[in-house]
């Protein structure tokens, strides 16, 4: 009974999967507003060939930085969690 | 045709690759087949034509992500020691 | 602990060609597939294999987590600084400052395809150096100190 539940279970999710899979319709997205005005305009008003460095470092400037801080964050975050302690380093345990 | 069959055999690959990663008990060897998978979906990703994200992800998933997990087991004993 | 010959010998092969094709990715970002972080994180892996094929000592006796860490800050500083010169001309943050000025990687580009030229773009190569050295750095630092984590048996 209850291998008959997780397989029916298991078979109703990868129908699912599948449908969606099957249904959805690739690289056609609904609106195409912005894209067309990338792909004209972009290479003549930053001057680089690669349209997806031409939109991540100028039009979407802001975004890189964003990530460039998250980045550095991690970073932080790394050398906090794995620091070495040195020997005469006093350190109480909560 | 030709690239139907290597974007079929790409997908299969891609399911074999993550089907051995949990069938295989030693640690090193899942490491190394994570990072057969992940060299797959870069693969998938250039022939899907995003050659940019292809690269991040040979870069990070097949390098990066298989070093880590390498480190971890550095630290952890082979199977069979613990046995004895 | 150091890894067995095979794997040492393997990687001091692959080690400068790893570092040619993530500066070549990194260099010319504006004109093929990739860029700043696709680059940094080629280049990254070279390292993080260095790193992953010798010991810790061996590592910390040649290049140490400071120096990774001070090229990770130099890059984020070029980026934040090549953006905020932006206002020296008048114009607001993040704007491509460089095609205004100078005769520095300032080429007109046709539209369509064509045969790309490195001095085109304006300060997307600039940008795109910055975000790769500090990717570079980011990415190993961060595998470093995981690397120092860990129990060393030997």
Avoid at chain 1, 15 to 44: K, N, R, W
Wanted: with cysteine.
């Amino acid at each position: 009974m209850k291998n008959l539940v997780i397989g029916a279970t298991v078979l109703i999710l990868s129908l699912g999967i599948l449908y969606a899979g099957v249904g959805l319709e690739f690289g056609a997205p609904p609106f195409t507003d912005m894209d067309d005005y990338f792909v004209s305009h972009g290479q003549e008003q930053t001057g680089g060939n690669n349209i997806v460095t031409d939109i991540v470092f100028d039009f979407r400037g802001f975004d890189t930085l964003g990530e460039a801080t998250v980045l550095f964050t991690a970073v932080l975050g790394a050398g906090l969690a794995f620091r070495k302690r040195r020997e005469d380093e006093d350190y109480e345990y909560e | 045709m030709i690239e139907l069959v290597v974007h079929a055999a790409v997908l299969v690959g891609l399911i074999c690759a993550a089907l051995l990663v949990i069938h295989f008990r030693d640690l090193l060897s899942a490491a190394i087949a994570f990072g057969i998978f992940s060299f797959l979906l870069s693969l998938e990703f250039y022939i899907l034509q995003a050659p940019d994200v292809a690269i991040a992800e040979a870069g990070i998933g097949a390098g990066l992500t298989t070093a880590i997990f390498i480190v971890a087991i550095r630290g952890t004993r082979r199977m069979e020691e613990v046995k004895e | 602990m150091n890894m067995s010959k095979i794997v040492r010998s393997a990687a001091n092969l692959l080690f400068p060609f790893i570092l040619v094709f993530g500066f070549y990715i990194v260099l010319h970002g504006h004109l093929t597939p990739g860029g700043g972080f696709q680059g940094g994180a080629v280049i990254a892996t070279g390292f993080v294999l260095m790193f992953v094929a010798y010991s810790y000592d061996f590592i910390t006796g040649r290049i140490g987590a400071e120096s990774l860490h001070t090229t990770e800050t130099i890059g984020l500083v070029l980026f934040i600084v090549t953006a905020l010169v932006a206002i020296v001309f008048g114009v607001t943050f993040f704007t491509n400052w460089m095609l205004d000025v100078g005769p520095v990687l300032n080429n007109p580009v046709a539209f369509g395809p064509n045969p790309g030229d490195l001095n085109t773009a304006g300060f997307i190569p600039v940008m795109n150096l910055a975000v790769g050295i500090e990717v570079l750095g980011a990415l190993s630092v961060i595998v470093l100190y995981m690397l120092s984590g860990t129990k060393e048996e030997i």
